[in-house]
């Protein structure tokens, strides 16, 4: 009696190739299911991938416009004080580190055509025809020795300030651009919070809607294949096999999926708002790095959703016995 039990060997597991030989298998004989599952997850993920990618592109394309329109302001009030550029000179003082507006300002006033750049420390008096329109001050303070050095050799006695008014000795300095107010400051903290909001909610019922719609092509597949896993259990694969064979076909289908989703929903965005903004203003401005960022996330979601979706119906093929699945006339 102890050596029929002594024979008695454990049952055999089955490695993960023959698992996965299973998946590509099923995949190839139903590839009408297959492709529905995976078009699932396609448009789940490319609508994920769409909302990241507008939010991204909104805020550049947006941001990209009140900087031109800032910038067209600024140049505007300068021709409006100093009338036209073109071959005249303009001093500069450097008070701090140009920002991105005053880049771009530096950029128009003194592009090929238009007046000149005179820094300061190479400013020397020089005739009556030659002598400098008028001082340009990037930063809020302008020093008063530098004031009384410039002043007297100036055509016009006014400082242009692109901040704030810190310190302006000139006594009639002329500010080119208004600082926001605490109200708009306000304002743009509640629209932002409230698009935050907004995009978090719309992701959410993405993610649920791909998930239901992952598991119910999932259970199809399971009623499809009901003969096929008793046959699997008859032949001794352990329930462990069965859920690891249905997780691999999901993971599968998240990382297809996962990967066509991210670049359909990012060309649509990109494209949509390359239609309302013009292709050269968008594409100008895309945000790289950000981008690849919410594809790795939007795949992460993909394969995670899939899986997560996989876990009810590879419970259900799991649990079922030998005997009632080789009986069903599916």
């Known amino acids: 009696m102890s050596s029929n039990h002594s024979a008695i060997q454990d049952q055999v597991r089955l490695p993960l190739r023959v698992a996965w030989g299973i998946v590509v298998q099923g995949i190839r004989i139903r590839l009408g299911r297959s492709v529905v599952t995976l078009l699932g997850v396609v448009l789940g993920v490319a609508f994920l991938m769409s909302i990241l990618s507008s939010s991204l592109l909104r805020s550049r394309v947006v941001g990209e416009i009140q900087a031109r329109q800032q910038t067209a302001a600024m140049v505007g009030f300068l021709l409006a004080e100093s009338g036209n550029l073109s071959g005249r000179t303009l001093v500069v003082w450097r008070g701090a580190e140009p920002d991105d507006i005053e880049q771009r300002f530096l950029r128009e006033i003194f592009r090929p055509g238009a007046a000149r ?95 239901i719609s992952i598991s119910n092509a999932l259970l199809m597949s399971v009623t499809e294949r009901f003969r096929e896993i008793g046959t699997m259990k008859c032949l001794g694969a352990l329930s462990s096999f069965i859920r690891r064979v249905f997780f691999l076909e999901s993971a599968l289908m998240g990382l297809v999926g996962g990967v066509a989703g991210s670049l ?67």
């Open 117 to 211: 750049p005179l820094e300061v420390k190479d400013f020397a008096p020089t005739g009556a025809d030659d002598r400098p329109s008028l001082i340009i001050v990037l930063g809020g303070a302008l020093p008063s020795d530098v004031w009384e050095s410039i002043s007297p050799h100036l055509r016009q006695p006014v400082a242009v300030f692109t901040r704030t008014l810190v310190s302006d000795p000139s006594g009639a300095g002329v500010l080119l651009r208004r600082p926001p107010s605490e109200e708009d400051l306000q304002r743009q903290a509640q629209e932002a919070a409230q698009q935050r909001v907004r995009t978090i909610w719309i992701l959410c019922i993405a993610a649920l809607v791909t998930i």
């Open 264 to 330: 359909f929903g990012l060309l649509f965005a990109a494209i949509l708002y390359a239609l309302s903004y013009g292709w050269g203003l968008v594409f100008g401005s895309l945000p790289v790095l950000p981008l690849l960022g919410a594809m790795v996330i939007c795949l992460a979601a993909g394969i995670i959703a899939s899986i997560l979706a996989a876990i009810y119906p590879a419970g259900v093929a799991s649990r079922m016995v030998p005997a009632d699945a080789l009986r069903t006339n599916i």
